[in-house]
């Protein structure tokens, strides 16, 4: 399953600093706006204590973990939507992408130039929302207009779709998200066909720096005034410090963590980006483990298990009979597949149970 989450923001916020930090790949970083132009892209592993667990247990030669995209896309500058900057270029690659990481700078530096000449991140996230919405609005009422044409030929879909824009719209037009429209399943599914920007998930990616003054910690105006914002809009976030992960990023073991105590940063704040991304796309990992390997399968959270089997192979779809499943917890307290069976720990499930995060399991097909 391959999903991919844009790393979005302004200009000189810590974009590809963070993108390096996360796929330790060498990407453009310069002190200066647009200087990353073309999106670099980055499959990186998901952390999961669980599968480490499971692999040691199995003894596994080859140890397989989750992967999540991550796109770094050009900096958005004020009228992004108008074509300002790279605008245009901008929101194409956004629009390709499943949901947004919008990396917001939580610190004062003289020597790191804000495109608005002060920091303020509260205004900097009205700013870039500010133009997915624009963007989407001048979309979406395009796309009213010609709907509301075609729909006098009494074409169903058209009409599902004019129904659903007319929704949409004036949402759009007050300057809100298109994600705060009420719509059913059915609506939501017409809806996706659009790819509107505002509607994809968006995880705040809140950008500290180890040495400088960051305003979660100074407790001031600026940080009440976003923390209130996000909480109004009941926002997902996270906490980084690009440059001291990017530092660490070919550090490994106990030296890492040795360096993170003397810079002061307790948290892996990569690690928590990429659950929260990962938990962002609604995705869980179901695992399987043995001698040879153990690996972490991605499905969408709801999956029944024929079609957590199709990750694995289309047959255990197509010619599902049945799983056995066990909780990974559950697996590592028996000590192998073998003890689980003989404590009746080990289930078998049709093709109507809904896979839970964190279940082990094995397929059975015809």
Request: aromatic share 6%; proline share 2%; net charge negative.
């Amino acid at each position: 399953m391959s999903l991919s989450i844009g790393i979005v923001g302004l200009p000189n916020v810590g974009k590809s600093t963070l993108f390096n930090a996360l796929t330790k790949k060498g990407v453009l970083i310069a002190n200066y706006p647009f200087a990353t132009i073309d999106p670099s892209v980055g499959v990186v592993a998901v952390p999961d204590g669980r599968l480490d667990a499971l692999a040691k247990m199995s003894n596994s030669q080859k140890v397989v973990p989750a992967a999540v995209e991550f796109v770094d896309i050009a900096g958005l500058v004020k009228g992004a939507s108008e074509g300002e900057g790279l605008g245009n270029q901008f929101l194409t690659n956004i629009r390709e992408t499943d949901a947004i990481a919008e990396v917001v700078r939580l610190f004062d530096d003289a020597d790191i130039h804000h495109v608005h000449g002060d920091v303020d991140p509260a205004r900097d996230v009205d700013v870039i929302n500010l133009e997915l919405v624009l963007a989407d609005e001048q979309s979406a009422s395009k796309r009213l207009e010609r709907a509301e044409r075609d729909a006098k030929g009494n074409d169903k879909t058209v009409i599902a779709e004019r129904d659903v824009l007319r929704k949409i719209v004036p949402v759009l037009k007050t300057g809100k998200a298109a994600r705060t429209v009420e719509l059913d399943e059915k609506e939501k599914e017409v809806a996706k066909a659009f790819q509107f920007l505002t509607m994809k998930p968006i995880l705040y990616v809140l950008n500290r720096k180890s040495g400088a003054i960051n305003m979660d910690a100074e407790a001031g105006e600026r940080w009440r005034a976003l923390e209130k914002h996000l909480e109004n809009e009941k926002a997902q976030w996270v906490f980084v410090d690009a440059g001291v992960e990017h530092e660490l990023s070919d550090i490994q073991g106990d030296e890492r963590a040795e360096f993170r105590r003397e810079l002061g940063v307790s948290s892996d704040g990569i690690d928590d980006l990429i659950r929260g991304g990962y938990r962002l796309l609604d995705l869980i990992s179901f695992f399987t483990t043995g001698e040879k390997e153990s690996r972490a399968w991605t499905i969408r959270r709801g999956a029944t298990a024929p079609e957590a089997g199709a990750a694995i192979h289309g047959d255990f779809r197509d010619k599902f009979i049945r799983a056995q499943v066990i909780q990974y917890d559950k697996l590592l307290e028996a000590g192998s597949w073998a003890a689980a069976r003989e404590k009746g720990w080990v289930r078998t499930e049709g093709k109507e149970y809904v896979v839970q995060d964190g279940d082990v399991m094995e397929f059975f097909h015809s």
